[in-house]
């Protein structure tokens, strides 16, 4: 006792602990404490190590969700008598709220506010935690894509904060808001640094002043660690407003004469009555002096009708090397996007039928002035200008036939009259020496195409090798400037400019951009819905995106368990089960999940597992609830029925021996995510697979990639000497390697096998040794591009 004692002289010095630590050392028991305890006479500390007759388990959590989806709050307690339940909101009682879930559907602007639930257990009475829950109103136009049921996932932005133009004296209103639980915590920031008492979702200034000015934007973050931003927005802010209304300067003579003038712009009148002073900045703010030139050269505000994005990883290719990248590089830009209020679907590991399937299903809700975005990522190939994506049931050596042409899509895109057409091409451009024949594409000439290369025609998109999971290269910095609020060429010429100062890959991959974009259209662009949207496939495309609601199963036994569900991908389905409450007389007591459909081919080595990683969780696990079994489903696009399965409890007794004894229960959840779209089935007549069937002369090819002396990455000696390096018979070049003509000569990230793995011997030529794979490569033969009109209205950008 006294070396305990002697501890409380110590920084931070405790004798509890001390002696907890001792005890512990010791192997001793809380039975061994408990009677240390009575033999001290410490009552208040007894007291303390006495189960409490009545245990709140799980904790309500504070929530933000967009109104008019679901509200559940949940509550549970276990005690020696059965439990009651009351659920108030600030001091009243919520009606009909005696069951320990509390469920609101749909839930309002007027529910938001803090929940408290009381538990009653006979004569004793515990109470939950608060729980805040926000509610925000949110277009109807920005839901469909996005999962806000899915709340004990990543924090989803649905709201962002609008630029402003303001005079002295005006109130700035600011407002963001992002869904998630627990609800995210906010802080603005002006001019990139944090603003005094910025800490809620709206900033509001009563009255500003000119120094209020700047540029704002929000960093939102969750208790997970996990951070988001808003676009940055400007905020102006003139000397005082004029008398008269901004849109009518009045400047007069003293003779009182009126004179009117009207200026070019239209629906701008200028009455002139009365003398005032005016400043420069309030002469171009009224539309006054030379405010026809300042009107004329204020850039129309764009619109889409809707934003709509495709993202395909494939990596686990059956007759190709396979790949890490595609599923981190997805899943950062699924969450990017859908900041940015983009419907995404994303999708791991198609096959070609599955492919066009879903590139059908894309198509269907493109329509006039919608932005369309498709990302691929995995193994593919380019002939005279046509981009070829490759399934992951391609065989060796593959063709056309067995691939999805990128030009083939663009032109069912452009029959939609889309507002704008982006491609992001995460994949190698080798020629395939196997495949001789085109698509017989003919696009129009549109000016709202933007492709962006992850590398130049005839070269490799590599990997970078690491124990973990990381992002490709090109994923690598284009994540670091998505967001931006800019015009989307602009965008990928700083991730080109970025890609350029990464030594790993210099004069091995280098960002090609092609454009015809005339108008300043950004992915960041608002979204103003048309009257023709088509609505019915809309709210399908949502159902496709929502989970199963979470089930709280009772057994006979007395015990009770929680099913709960999160979405990694459109088409991964995580499972997880937690024990809620367990009998007494049980000392041992486990929930799993099994009997599963064939379709989806589930691993029963990787079930029911303890951590998500060992079930291959590995971008959603610190996102999941804790001390729970993991079951993560993958392929979810090959279940053809509803998906039915077996929750078993398994529990122990004492009096029985500890022999095991099982329950079992059914459990339907229909067809999850992305299975209700049924990409399995027979692909369509009038999909994409007519115009990718097409093969005509080379020569007539009517697109084309410019030629190798437009690319920006330099063939030299240093790619000469370092491509045997690249090679899979080296896959990545170790940490500390001097590479020959590496740059800055040595790397600080390892770069790993190519999206697409051309084959080599020693001697740099084709490999014709049986064992290795037979992979097409870019012939050593000049190939002359033909210019058609419509390239010519596409020009590569500058880096």
């Not at 005690?79 to 469920?103: A, I």
């Not at 070019?264 to 009224?286: F, H």
Request: charged letters at 20%; hydrophobic letters at 35%; proline letters at 5%.
């Amino acid at each position: 006792m006294e070396m305990c004692s002697l501890t409380v002289l110590k920084l931070e010095g405790s004798p509890s602990r001390m002696l907890l630590r001792l005890m512990g050392d010791r192997g001793c028991t809380v039975g061994h404490l408990t009677d240390y305890l009575h033999a001290l006479g410490n009552a208040e500390a007894l007291h303390c190590l006495k189960p409490s007759a009545l245990q709140v388990l799980i904790q309500p959590q504070s929530v933000a969700l967009v109104s008019g989806h679901n509200l559940r709050l949940s509550c549970h307690a276990v005690g020696k008598s059965p439990v009651q339940y009351q659920w108030f909101k600030t001091k009243e009682e919520v009606p009909n709220s005696s069951c320990p879930d509390l469920v609101i559907s749909p839930v309002q602007q007027k529910d938001a506010g803090f929940y408290i639930c009381r538990v009653n257990c006979g004569d004793s009475f515990e109470f939950s935690q608060w729980a805040q829950v926000d509610v925000l109103n949110v277009a109807m136009s920005y839901a469909p894509g996005h999962s806000y049921q899915s709340l004990e996932g990543r924090m989803k932005l649905v709201i962002q904060p609008q630029p402003q133009r303001l005079y002295v004296g005006d109130a700035l209103q600011l407002e963001c808001g992002a869904v998630g639980r627990p609800i995210p915590r906010y802080q603005w920031h002006r001019n990139g640094a944090p603003v005094p008492n910025g800490t809620k979702r709206k900033l509001t200034v009563p009255h500003v002043m000119q120094d209020h000015g700047g540029r704002y934007r929000c960093e939102i973050s969750s208790s997970s660690s996990e951070r988001l931003w808003t676009n940055e927005v400007d905020v102006a802010v003139g000397k005082p407003r004029p008398q008269s209304a901004a849109a009518r300067a009045v400047v007069s003579a003293s003779d009182d004469r009126v004179l009117c003038s009207r200026l070019k712009a239209p629906g701008v009148a200028v009455q002139i009555s009365e003398a005032v002073e005016c400043s420069e900045v309030d002469v171009y703010a009224i539309g006054g002096a030379s405010s026809e030139l300042f009107l004329n050269s204020i850039p129309e505000k764009l619109y889409a009708t809707d934003k709509v994005a495709l993202l395909i990883g494939n990596l686990s290719y059956q007759n190709h090397p396979q790949l890490k990248a595609p599923m981190v590089d997805v899943y950062d830009l699924t969450n990017l996007l859908r900041q940015l209020n983009f419907k995404v679907v994303s999708l791991l590991d198609l096959t070609e039928s599955e492919m066009r399937n879903a590139v059908d299903e894309f198509l269907l809700l493109l329509h006039k002035g919608v932005y369309g975005l498709l990302y691929y990522a995995g193994h593919g190939y380019e002939n005279y200008g046509n981009s070829f994506m490759v399934p992951v049931d391609a065989p060796n050596p593959y063709r056309s036939a067995n691939c999805l042409c990128v030009q083939s899509i663009l032109k069912l895109m452009q029959e939609k009259e889309t507002g704008l057409n982006v491609f992001l091409l995460d994949m190698c451009r080798k020629r395939n020496i196997h495949d001789d024949s085109t698509p017989n594409v003919v696009l129009r000439v549109t000016a709202n195409i933007v492709f962006g290369y992850a590398t130049c025609q005839d070269a490799e998109a590599f990997e970078l090798s690491s124990s973990g999971f990381t992002n490709g290269v090109f994923v690598k910095f284009l994540k670091k400037r998505l967001l931006d609020d800019e015009k989307i060429t602009v965008v990928l010429d700083r991730v080109a400019e970025d890609m350029g100062q990464f030594n790993a890959t210099k004069g091995k991959q280098a960002l090609e951009i092609r454009s015809s974009l005339s108008e300043r259209r950004a992915l960041t662009d608002a979204i103003m819905p048309s009257d023709n949207v088509a609505h019915a496939h809309s709210r399908q495309w949502a159902k496709a995106h929502e989970l199963p609601e979470t089930m709280c199963l009772n057994f006979d036994c007395g015990a009770r368990i929680k099913l709960g569900f999160a979405a990694e991908f459109s088409n991964v389905l995580v499972i997880y089960t937690y024990i809620i409450k367990k009998p007494e007389e049980m000392s041992f007591c486990q929930a799993h999940v099994t009997d599963f459909s064939q379709d989806l081919d589930v691993d029963p080595k990787e079930m029911n597992r303890e951590t998500p990683e060992e079930t291959g969780i590995y971008l959603l696990s610190s996102s999941l609830p804790q001390h729970c079994l993991y079951t993560r489903l993958s392929s979810l696009q090959k279940l053809k029925e509803e998906l039915v399965f077996t929750v078993c409890l398994q529990g122990t007794f004492a009096a029985m021996a500890d022999d095991p004894v099982h329950w079992t229960k059914s459990i339907n959840i229909g067809k999850p995510l992305i299975a209700r779209l049924d990409l399995h089935r027979a692909m369509r007549r009038n999909s994409c697979l007519q115009t990718c069937l097409m093969p005509h002369s080379p020569s007539h090819s009517p697109c084309h990639s410019p030629g190798p002396d437009h690319c920006h990455l330099l063939y030299g000696s240093h790619y000469a000497q370092d491509h045997s390096r690249l090679s899979p018979q080296h896959h990545y070049l170790e940490v500390g390697d001097s590479a020959p003509g590496a740059m800055g000569g040595s790397f600080y990230e390892n770069l790993s096998q190519c999206r697409y793995d051309p084959m080599y011997d020693s001697g740099g030529g084709l490999s014709s040794s049986p064992g290795r794979l037979s992979i097409p490569i870019e012939a050593s033969d000049d190939i002359t591009e033909l210019q058609t009109v419509f390239i010519n209205s596409l020009h590569l950008q500058q880096q």
